[in-house]
């Protein structure tokens, strides 16, 4: 049975690609908070098939980050990651967060913090998997990025900038790594119903949002494709049926 890492699974689309990958797959997945999560999730924990799937979660509170040294959080991030199978095929980065707000107001610390989340663990995390993906001669990692990187959003420039960064190199990391039969998919989301956006925002255009279970779907269906051998699905655009907000 293929091995996935799934990062930043407590809630929202990780925790359903979780739920879709959890019956083909033996699935890994990194949670913030251990103790909210298993407390969360434990009078429903059927819905991923055994109460032992516990011990294939491991905690990644990247915000931990702003109190340490950069070698400190690398790390606290490898040790995390020394304890599960280093063999992953497919690593799925899911982790991120956003503050929306008109450039002229953003704070250093807004950009700063969102750099460390959502730029720094996934130079870690893929570099630490694609070394072993390359001896394997084998591997798949998915990229949950956002449509603002396509388009220009107002409110989005820092958040913009730094999913950008993340996709640019996973794109680089794709033309370094097609000889060792590794697909890395760049997937550009438009607004999802998640925790990523305020309660009122959810409220007034939650409608127009897409579902985190059609991303769960979605996600399955590139991780089916990617072990045909004779073409990489490089990028995937998905924007709400009824537009952007």
Known sequence: MKKVMIIGASNGIGREIHKLLNNSFECFISVQNLNKYMEKYKEIYSDYSSESNFKNIIELDFAKQQQMRLNEFQTYVLSELDTLPNDIDILINNAGVATFSDFAKNTLEDFDRQVQINIIPSFIITQYFLRKMIEN???VIINISSISTKIAFQNSAVYSATKS??????????????SNNIKITNLFLGATKTG????????????????????GKLVKSIVDLSQISDFMLEELIVRPQLGDL
């Open 196 to 215: 990523i956006w305020s309660k009122e925002m959810q409220e007034n255009f939650g409608y127009k949002m897409i579902n985190p279970e059609s991303v």
């Open 165 to 178: 960064a993340v996709a640019a190199m996973m794109n680089s990391i794709r033309e370094e790594n097609r």
């Open 137 to 139: 001669n084998s591997g």
